[in-house]
């Protein structure tokens, strides 16, 4: 059975107004739940940005540390975890790391945000 | 002394790819972290959606506690997270509160999303 089957929509329509778009699944919810929480650090979101604003959308770990004004394991530590939620992609050339955003990722956040 | 000057731009020209694009500020950053952690539970996801569902953009809180599958008080402090971060309104009519999505609140995340 879907999970959209599983909410009663009746119970919507009892007392106001009546349901007239589509209500996120549950399921959805929690992968833009997850998404959002990976995302919601402020270093996370400027190591993003930074990655992105990189001229060929690629930048090399050893220009995102210092920026930061973070310690490299802390560095590291962020670029892991966005990295394993599937936002970042890591390629190493040599002796350096270098990481890209993964096209679409962001999708989930902001196919959300758009029905609402 | 604004923010973005204290990002040392040299550093992150050092190694690889030129910065050709804005670096989201440390204080815009703290601010967009801030929404979305606010968000990133399915709960709240679904309670936004719902609302946002509505004919005419309000729902009425005694018709989003049931799908919700969650008692009413638990509804009530996701529903209290929502207001407090600014992306719900409340108005009292009768024996019911009733919600509606805060025009523009969700622009935070859309326009970090936009920048990467």
Chains 1, 2 share one sequence.
């Not at 996120?24 to 604003?53: C, F, G, Q, T």
């Not at 966005?82 to 790391?97: D, H, I, P, Q, Y």
Request: one cysteine or more; hydrophobic letters at 45%.
């Amino acid at each position: 059975m879907a999970i959209t089957e599983l909410l009663p929509l009746r119970d919507l329509q009892a007392c106001c107004a009546p349901i007239t778009r589509e209500v996120i699944s549950e399921e959805n919810a929690v992968s833009v739940a997850r998404a959002m929480k990976a995302l919601a650090d402020p270093a996370r979101l400027r190591l993003l940005s930074m990655v992105a604003a990189h001229a060929d959308g690629e930048a090399c770990v050893c220009d995102l540390t210092e920026p930061l004004g973070l310690s490299q394991p802390t560095v590291s530590h962020h670029l892991k975890v966005l990295s394993e939620a599937g936002f970042l992609s890591r390629t190493k050339r040599g002796t350096w790391a270098y990481y890209r955003i993964v096209p679409g990722s962001l999708d989930v956040i902001s196919g959300f945000l758009a029905t609402v």
